[in-house]
T-cell receptor
Framework: GAVVSQHPSRVICKSGTSVKIECRSL??????MFWYRQFPKQSLMLMAT?????????EQGVEKDKFLINHASLTLSTLTVTSAHPEDSSFYIC??????????FGPGTRLTVL | KQEVTQIPAALSVPEGENLVLNCSFT??????LQWFRQDPGKGLTSLLL?????REQTSGRLNASLDKSSGRSTLYIAASQPGDSATYLC?????????????FGQGTTLQVKP
């Protein structure tokens, strides 16, 4: 149990376009979902925390207008990278939490912006 | 502000050796501490979770300890195997908020040579 999926697993896009990444909890309801990004050989950095039906809380330094997060249901959160640039290329990982002290992680999405 | 540090950054050992990975954190007010495994280009697999009231957890060849007062945790891997090669991440559940935020260390990349 406690499976989290992400789609797509890999995406390549041109600079200036927008990319949407989906995070789904497959067998549980996630009251909270988290979005992380990971640069090569670096650790995970929390970008934002989202609760179903409310606005996401962004970490300091993360542009909320660039990284749009929607948590429309208890099983789905989306991250949209708007007007993507090469520096946005990274590995994006989501996690979903049914309760506050447990997070289940997705397999990640590799974004490459040309 | 909570900071998590992992030492060493990389480790190479021959198969069969026992090894210890270290994690330290600056603020002892944590809810729990978790060890994850990450294979290249993949998401995170939770290995062990230690609650703040616990001192250790064991799963198979893995043993994690927690000394909250000194801000340290260790992950002990017994009889290492080539399949253990991966990056190991330590994360603390931030005790300063009830949002479930995890703060990650930089990771230790382990290579077990046959």
């Amino acid at each position: 149990g406690a499976v989290v999926s992400q789609h797509p697993s890999r995406v390549i896009c041109k600079s200036g376009t927008s990319v949407k990444i989906e995070c789904r909890s497959l067998d549980f309801q996630a009251t909270t979902m988290f979005w992380y990004r990971q640069f090569p050989k670096q650790s995970l950095m929390l970008m934002a925390t989202s609760n179903e039906g409310s606005k996401a809380t962004y970490e300091q330094g993360v542009e909320k207008d660039k990284f749009l997060i929607n948590h429309a249901s208890l099983t789905l959160s989306t991250l949209t990278v708007t007007s993507a640039h090469p520096e946005d290329s990274s590995f994006y990982i989501c996690s979903a939490s049914p309760i506050t002290d447990t997070q289940y992680f997705g397999p990640g999405t590799r974004l490459t912006v040309l | 502000k909570q900071e998590v540090t992992q030492i060493p950054a990389a480790l190479s050992v021959p198969e069969g050796e026992n090894l210890v990975l270290n994690c330290s954190f600056t603020d002892s007010a944590i809810y729990n501490l978790q060890w994850f495994r990450q294979d290249p280009g993949k998401g995170l697999t939770s290995l062990l979770l230690i609650q703040s009231s616990q001192r250790e957890q064991t799963s198979g060849r893995l043993n994690a300890s927690l000394d909250k007062s000194s801000g340290r945790s260790t992950l002990y891997i017994a009889a290492s195997q080539p399949g253990d090669s991966a990056t190991y991440l330590c994360a603390v559940h931030d005790g300063s908020s009830n949002t479930g935020k995890l703060i990650f260390g930089q990771g230790t990349t382990l290579q077990v040579k046959p």
